[in-house]
């Protein structure tokens, strides 16, 4: 019934590989499928203004894409003079999804920046984000227990995210592009390894939903997360 | 328990005023207690690019704030020299949830911008901006009925939003300025007057949250739509 | 014969309405007719780089419409990425006018800035935003005064301003967006309680004026000014 | 009395010299002083987009400083990445002088683009650009002329424009930058060959100003008016 | 004495890999040593304003740098809100390069718009860039050719890139970024791959060269290219 | 066979003419043939941030043209909100090309600004403003020496620029706009009064070239450099 040809409640191949950019603290190339994403995690010691002073830290996000990770090429968002609304609201909350399993001031007053580079994009591309560049930041948090600079253990839990759909009347897990653009309602659930909420966004792309389709996504979510939150460990060799 | 002495499951006053601005083809002035949005619904003959020559219509939104709604004056986005990431985030979520009730080719190939101009801001605005702009959006869509530029009945049904968050450990509905800033959890509903869901935005913003807390917000969710879409009809004489 | 059934030395039915901004240190919605106009004054510590240190302060003004106060919508200047040359020289008007009544070494080094947002416009947006921004400048002026900011008496005067223009002929008072349209002549003028001219800016719309036109437009850019002054005085109870 | 050593009703030495600019259908040196303004006229066949196919050309103008026109090096404006407010209010005046002038429908559907461009400032840049930029345009309508590319007679009337303020309690005409950072008032006066205003700009930048001290501005301005007038003449060969 | 402990006429290993942007219709990963840049080609049916109807075709060139190619983090262009000088200047010399071996008219009127992002920058990305965007072009014309979309022969020669210096006195082939930061002189070079000169630029950092100098890169250039170009045919299977 | 009917190695008339701006400290209007562009020096005492408490100072360009420097008229940059790519080129070139003749640390803590803005432009504005720059930055260092604010002798050697070609076959010096267009390569040299080098770049703009046809260019660029060189010594009085 999936055009890929996958169960409803199977995901896409996922691999998370560690160490692939050289000069980062951090860093992982994650895939969902044909979805891939460069993750960075690059630690600064200067913090946001506001921050200043405060003894605390900062973990925050930039999301981009290269200009033909898509099917027909993407404008280039530094030619255009700024980023787009979607990419705004993407970058947010992947930095507000690391935040939520990080201690800021077990940190100390650093900055983590984690990038979030899609190379090639097949849908889920904010999901496989927040999934790649948790291990990312785990290897810069690694990095800067190494030389202690931080002050105590900073990471509280782990964190990743899986998008779930209605596709044909079927609630199925880990939409790809052609999934996406069909479906009648699409949710990305960020989730802990500890099982619990960091973010749920459900939309209605047609049709509103009811409460019993909210909650047949929801227990796909929590298999999808619960594969991704194994993956990770595995990986991190935890 | 509450700053404003308010029961768990009490709104603050609403209220909705039609026909606030002489020159718009609809507009509400909505406010949720001391939070007032202006909303104007404008009709414009011209369609986004990629809609040109379809004989669809399209459903938008912008959101802004008055310099001193806040207490201590925020920057005027026009002087900045662009709209933030939160402002386009907001007004992507309000143009969503007004699209999700209207059928866009019964529109006919007009576009109608729903303009939310916080003059007050004590939490909830964009739940507000949402609630006050689908009365505004009626009347420029019956503006059009009489003029008979419509092709058939655009309106499906309505929407009406409301946030709720787990404030000192108890879940509590419409959140305040001083509650949202204290509250671990938030969330926003946007639910039409059919008792379906068009979005949910849950947020962690301290520890995260689980399952029954989220259950437990949305059965305030659904008691607050029902009651703001009562208001809606009652304040549209339907 | 004007189209409003006004004399010529009539001006519309002003309305001056202090503290309807919870938020602001000084407020006032200003109304000239159908045009009306959110005036709050914002009382800031910090000054501009150039008077830092010189223990003076500053007076600033900021001009904006929403989007929909106009006949058809205008582009917001926020989605436009900056301030029309139209808006940024209207709010220099505007703070110039008033920084003429106020002693800026009295003031201590603050920085209040005056925001005129226009809610509805139907002519003369910068002369309505003159005379309200003045009311709301003394209500936080006397909030400085109250906890002992200032270093001593403030104000100077009181200001004013109102349009004058040659309409079918005929030097007329105030005029409304239908006659500011057709009018060959259009003046505006600035002036203290005192009587005393803070700025006169006269234009030749289509054919050029001579000294007798405007002659008989400063006649009546006195007596308007004179009851506007009045209304001020009375309004902040003097 | 005036650090020049001039009287006030004197001028500062005027010099006007056509066809400075190889390119351009116009061209002229205005120098007031030590002020120097090189000024084009550029006749382009496209016309702003809310004037095409209605058979009436636009005349616009463009103002710039060259960095070190000014005693201490002025940032780029192409740098900073947009044009100051102060610029862009001389440029609206210079474009609405020289249109108070010309015949936009014999003009025929082109517009007529007047830069302005400081290259040595000292007081009086605008009236210098007013008056050298009629003269560059009276050269762009010959040219056009002797194509016959207009409709008729598309220049009314000549241009030109002259300051005037109160400096050290004396009215004065045309200011230097030594005067203009002292004057207590200050304005600015465009006027037709035919001895008509076509704008008045006066601000008082210390103390409001009277009637009667507005009168003695406006006698200098119409003397220096004159003599500019008769220039403007003399070097066309009129 | 080099760094790497290459001879002076050493390149560093210099892998090509095509197809590896699925969707684009060119694509090749080139590695100079560790420097990393993604090339794709990608082919638009639409060509630049000043082109469109002249039966010719373009070829353009942007460049990115992805944030953490560099040892420390780089600010996102897109959130700087612009292109940096130094971007603008490579992906002009890219854009440049290729066209040199291009027939634009045998193109017919599509675009093909080559985008170099770096991902790992250790010098000469600029160079890598025009090397690995050669191959991406070829097979997007190839693409193209299959589906019979070009008008003749469209590729007339290939082109490649390499940079030569005088580091520590010796003139050395290709520079990582530890000898780019110290070299005296700096010169880029591509050509075609008959030996003829496309583009040459060299650059005193320091003191200035001499002609002996100059003809001494020339020589290592020269040898480099011919290495480059064999790699080409070869990886294209000519 | 030049359209201006020069020999292939004669150069254009060139002039130097210093103190053409009454503030800067230094400046120099330069023309060859019919290009013209105003050049001054400006000394400042803030450096750039990353050089702040060094003990050296820095040299940079600024590179501008007015509208109608050109046969059309070209859209000026301040309107259009950002520097081209060629504009950014251009002056970066200048930049370095001025600071391989300056001992930066002799300089002391200031930046010298060159503003370079072309007032007619017919080929060769480049290799112009660097030929005038080099004229206004003696003087601003002269003025500079006066003052007692270097550290010593901060010129190392004179600077000059020039562009040759192959225009319908033949290498001729110093093009001008309509041998430009035409040329098929195009190359800008910079060189010092001592003869050597500062930069080199050769592009081919139609047919690759050949060693020898740049050799050919050098002869050519040697000479005009030469002409240069002994000129700048000349209105100097060295």
Redesign the interface.
Known sequence: MRPSGRQPSDMRAVTLERNV????EG?CLVAFG?TKV?C?A?V?TSVPGWLRGKGKGWVTA?Y?M????????TR????????S?????I??LIG?SLR?VVDLEALGEVQI?C?C?V??ADGGTRTASITGAYVALVDAIKWMEERQLTRGKALI?SVAAISCGIYRGTPVLDLDYLEDVEAHTD?NFV??G???????????EG?????SE?DAL?VLAEKGIGELSSMQKSVLGQ
Not at 66 to 73: C, E, I, K, N, V
Not at 194 to 204: C, L
Not at 207 to 211: I, L, T, V
């Open positions: 950019a050289m000069k980062a860093s044909n460069l960075t690059s600064e930039e981009g290269l200009p033909r990770a898509t099917g027909s090429r280039r968002e530094a030619t255009a003079g700024k980023q609304g979607r990419t705004q609201e970058q947010r507000r939520a920046t990038d580079d190379l090639e839990d949710a989730m802990t500890a099982g619990k909420f960091v973010e749920i966004q459900g939309t209605a049709a509103p939903f009811d409460r909210l929801m």
